[in-house]
């Protein structure tokens, strides 16, 4: 989540649709500030404090609109909590970047799937897979046996799930609740981001693409797949449709 003080506006954290790029472009070093984290510090100082405040704590990067609002009314009652924000968060505009729902569970099966063997979020999605005698001696072999459709079926389908999966199969329709919320096509991102800099007076640049290589969700997705998750996240692509048309 980036907020700009200064301009009073908020782009939330999608996962996977170029937060990591927006954080790193040109328009974050002149004008934006990654308060998240900011956020993410004071949360645990009131936490550390026993002063609860009912919000989680892993959702601080990625949280929807209401989360913050939720959060800035909060910690805005303590006295020298009041500047937090120059003006009430309830008058800033608040953004979003939208993507295709496949593409975008395609790059969240392709980041499962590159961490190391033994650790890591493919471990955890498949945790009773690897609950098996002995298995250490052939974990890369039954790390390279798990597909990008089992893995987009296992994440999809099921439901407790440790909360940085949960994270990365939300669905992007969670932050456009609020109907404050301004969606960003990902498909055109860097002439989105140039009409929001001109509205607020940034100086243009080029966004930074931090991964060049050219994933095609149909060379790993079987049509079967594709259909589940057109009919999982039929919600995503109503909202991904209507800012294409």
């Avoid at 927006?22 to 026993?50: A, G």
């Avoid at 001109?198 to 930074?208: A, C, D, E, F, Q």
Wanted: charged share 25%; with cysteine; net charge positive.
């Amino acid at each position: 989540m980036i907020i700009s003080n200064k301009n009073k506006f908020i782009i939330l954290k999608n996962p996977k649709t170029a937060g990591i790029s927006l954080h790193k472009s040109y328009i974050s070093e002149i004008s934006f500030e990654h308060t998240s984290n900011r956020f993410r510090d004071l949360l645990k100082f009131f936490n550390d404090k026993n002063i609860q405040f009912n919000i989680p704590y892993a959702g601080i990067h990625y949280g929807n609109y209401q989360y913050y609002v939720d959060f800035y009314n909060k910690i805005s009652k303590f006295p020298y909590m009041e500047n937090i924000c120059d003006s009430n968060i309830l008058d800033y505009d608040c953004y979003v970047v939208i993507r295709n729902p496949i593409d975008r569970l395609h790059s969240v099966c392709r980041h499962i799937k590159s961490k190391q063997p033994g650790k890591g979020l493919l471990h955890l999605l498949f945790e009773n897979e690897f609950k098996v005698d002995n298995f250490s001696s052939d974990i890369e072999s039954l790390w390279d046996s798990f597909s990008f459709d089992d893995i987009a079926l296992k994440l999809i389908s099921c439901q407790n799930v440790d909360p940085r999966l949960g994270l990365l199969k939300r669905p992007q329709s969670y932050y456009c609740t609020n109907t404050k919320v301004i969606k960003l096509d990902y498909s055109n991102l860097q002439k989105e981001v140039d009409n929001l800099c001109s509205k607020y007076n940034i100086p243009l640049g080029t966004l930074p693409r931090l991964n060049t290589e050219q994933h095609r969700y149909t060379d790993n997705f079987s049509e079967k797949v594709i259909n589940q998750i057109k009919k999982v996240y039929a919600d995503d692509f109503q909202i991904y449709n209507s800012i294409r048309s």
